[in-house]
């Protein structure tokens, strides 16, 4: 069974960074795809980051390109979101997810619906 334990989340003021942290047990896939998802009260939820092996990429959502960063350790156990410059926008809960192959060519980067395991969230909140 997979499972996906978030942490890190918090409270922070603006122009400050947080670094979430995404423990991924029994995934035993031969491959993948990881990602970040937010979502704010009232909001949908939206793609913050997604990073996958192979020739999949990185991909980021346009209103954290050039400050968050999303990364992996080489086991794939456990996936990051460094956070930094946060903005009281990006206030919401943060979701690690994981999307298990096969991926096809019509893939939607950053999509949640091509997601099929999330774990609980981990709230964020930033102060101006």
């Known amino acids: 069974q997979v499972q996906l334990v978030e942490s890190g989340g918090g409270s922070v003021q603006a122009g400050g960074s947080l670094r979430l942290s995404c423990v991924v047990s029994?995934?035993?896939?031969?491959?993948?795809?990881m990602g970040w998802f937010r979502q704010a009260p009232g909001k949908e939820r939206e793609g913050v980051a997604e990073i996958c092996a192979g020739g999949y990429g990185t991909y980021y959502g346009d209103s954290v390109k050039g400050r968050f960063t999303i990364s992996q350790d080489n086991g794939w156990n456990t996936l990051y979101l460094q956070m930094n410059r946060l903005r009281p926008e990006d206030t919401a809960m943060y979701y690690c997810?994981?999307?298990?192959?096969?991926?096809?060519?019509?893939?939607?980067?950053?999509?949640?619906?091509?997601?099929?395991?999330w774990g609980q969230g981990t709230q964020v909140t930033v102060s101006s």
């Open positions: 029994g995934y035993t896939y031969s491959s993948y795809c």
């Open positions: 997810a994981a999307d298990p192959p096969p991926y096809g060519w019509g893939r939607r980067p950053l999509s949640a619906a091509e997601y099929v395991y």
